[in-house]
């Protein structure tokens, strides 16, 4: 049985960092891209960044040279690594796996067919 458990949110205060993880079971890591997204209250679930097995990455506009994606095919571990928070990127960050074999990351939410439960990440002012 697939599962992802995010780990490593928090509180922080603007410009600070935090690293997110996503442990991964139940599957062979490795071949599979992995995505996170972000969830803030009263809006819809959007894309922050993903890896391509061959460990390629893409961001999202807004956190493209603050964020960094990353995975450890041998911890079946991914991350993301939060530099320079802003107040708006407190949101619910979900870990995903894409849902298909396809080695291109994918912006849309539909493409990922497992989810984790989610973390919290609170930027104050």
């Known amino acids: 049985q697939v599962h992802l458990v995010e780990s490593g949110g928090g509180l922080v205060q603007a410009g600070g960092s935090l690293r997110l993880s996503c442990a991964a079971s139940?599957?062979?890591?490795?071949?599979?891209?992995m995505g996170w997204f972000r969830q803030a209250p009263g809006k819809e679930r959007e894309f922050v960044a993903a890896?391509?097995?061959?460990?390629?990455?893409a961001y999202a506009d807004s956190v493209k040279g603050r964020f960094t994606i990353s995975r450890d095919n041998a911890k079946s571990t991914m991350y993301l690594q939060m530099n320079s928070l802003k107040v708006e990127d407190t949101a619910v960050y979900y870990c995903?796996?894409?849902?298909?074999?396809?080695?291109?990351?994918?912006?849309?939410?539909?493409?990922?067919?497992?989810w984790g439960q989610g973390t919290q990440v609170t930027v104050s002012s």
């Open positions: 890896v391509t097995r061959s460990y390629s990455p």
């Open positions: 995903a796996r894409r849902g298909d074999r396809d080695n291109v990351v994918s912006l849309i939410r539909d493409a990922y067919d497992y």
């Open positions: 139940g599957y062979t890591f490795s071949t599979y891209v």
